[in-house]
């Protein structure tokens, strides 16, 4: 095994669904995710003879653990393994369980659980780092309540097959809708006359992931792009003048932004209108399915949570079962559906105030790049505790916003969906 991981890949030469390519550029195999572990070793090492570690040990550490970490695939070879993608994984669950224990630990849990995912927030906003941590936390909590559904709800009874079908019907819209919306946001791209050469690189570039990279005969293609000859921007006058307020150059994508657009340095690429980055890029070509996406998950959980609370809290109204439902906890059952309730109802109040603010955006024509730049720079009213910035630049009145928005996206293209499109 140690001599077919220390092999080099041949630019022709398929990888099988085990291999993949470490960061070394070597071909290696996922049963061999513990041979040549010289970081790992000498770590050990340090720890037994009481040494202190290096300075980049853990680093070094995570990083092979993050390049180690795969699961088979089709083609291509093995796909890495984010390692944000675990705590939701395995925490969630855990934490629902002991929360469901007692009421105290349901208090304790539900209360420190969105401080922690607002912290990790904070700490990857401040890093520009790209994660996929709740991208995964959003997917992991619409299955696991909904599993727990099928397990723990509908066989109490009071849940009818119709009510079961509609459930049901609303998670797969909502992963359908979420599907769509990590499809392209509606990328700039360079004009014909920008281009200038197009590179093909055969070996992954620093950032990528080699495995996923052109290295089976199929090269990253990287297009190069100027701002044009010394004559073109000389004939262009003043009218170039006039209009580079509106339009950017990108030193970093090489393109030249159109108004409004944007770069984001998560995704590392231009957007055209790009509100803001979530679980991904939200621009132009998917704004309006970020919303549905929205939609759909807040009236499937707000329709799931009320079944709950009617199946062990049938003799309470809907509205107060929430805050006083007696005897749930005499039954563990019976306590993690309650609970599951609450964690359902928390996240649909934070996706609520989410929705609500892309509202009021969009019937004022204003991005969220734009509000927080608006609010930064102090050039908009805000009106209504900050809920309501109104920067007065590209507002056609009510329905012609609303009309904009709804047809804003038409004549871009977006590529086909594929099986990874949520990874």
């Known amino acids: 095994m140690k001599k077919r991981a220390n092999e080099v890949l041949e630019p022709d030469e398929p990888l099988c669904c085990c291999e993949f390519v ?3 550029g070597e071909r290696s195999h996922v049963a061999a995710c513990c041979c040549d572990c010289e970081d790992l070793d000498d770590a ?9 570690q290096k300075a980049d040990s853990l680093s070094r550490l995570v990083t092979m653990v993050s390049d180690r970490l795969r699961v088979p695939w089709f083609w291509g070879g093995a ?14 669950p855990v934490l629902l369980h002991i929360a469901a224990l007692h009421f105290l630990l349901g208090m304790v849990v539900l209360t420190a659980l969105p401080v922690l995912v607002l912290w990790y927030y904070y700490v990857t906003h401040c890093k520009k780092g790209r994660t996929l941590f709740f991208l995964s936390l959003a997917l992991f909590s619409l299955g696991y309540m909904y599993y727990l559904f099928l397990t723990e709800v509908f066989p109490r009874g009071g ?30 791209r360079p004009h014909t006359a920008d281009v200038h050469s197009t590179v093909t690189y055969y070996s992954s570039p620093p950032d990528r992931d080699p495995a996923h ?7 990253q293609e990287v297009v190069l792009a100027n701002r044009g000859s010394g004559s073109e921007q000389q004939g262009q006058g003043v009218e170039q003048r006039e209009s580079e307020r509106s339009r950017k150059w990108c030193s970093l994508c090489r393109v030249v932004r159109p108004p409004r657009a944007g770069h984001c340095r998560i995704c590392g690429v231009c957007v055209l209108r790009l509100d803001h980055h979530c679980v991904c890029c939200v621009g132009q070509a998917n704004h309006r399915s970020f919303l549905s996406t929205l939609l759909l998950f807040l009236l499937t959980s707000l329709y799931g949570i009320s079944l709950v609370l009617r199946s062990v809290c049938p003799q309470q ?18 306590a993690l559906c309650f609970t599951c309730a609450w964690y359902s109802s928390i996240v649909t109040g934070g996706l609520l105030h989410l929705l609500v603010l892309q509202l009021i955006n969009v019937s004022y024509n204003v991005t969220e790049r734009e509000v927080r730049t608006a609010l930064r720079d102090k050039t908009a009213r805000s009106r209504y ?5 109104d920067p007065g630049v590209y507002s056609h009145g009510f329905r012609g916003n609303w009309a904009e928005f709804l047809t804003m996206g038409e004549g871009l293209h977006t590529p086909s969906p594929s099986l990874t499109d949520l990874v």
């Open 22 to 24: 470490d960061r070394q």
């Open 44 to 52: 050990c090492d340090r720890w037994l003879k009481k040494e202190p």
């Open 79 to 92: 796909r890495r393994v984010d390692l944000s993608v675990l705590p939701p994984l395995l925490l969630l």
């Open 159 to 188: 849940v009818g097959l119709t009510q079961l079908g509609t459930v049901t019907l609303g998670v797969a819209l909502t992963l359908a809708s979420l599907i769509h919306t990590k499809r392209e946001p509606g990328y700039v």
């Open 213 to 219: 990279t052109g290295l089976n005969g199929v090269g």
């Open 317 to 334: 109204n809907l509205l107060s079962a929430l805050l006083y439902c007696p005897g749930v906890y005499n039954q563990y059952s019976s």
């Open 385 to 389: 505790w900050g809920l309501v910035v």
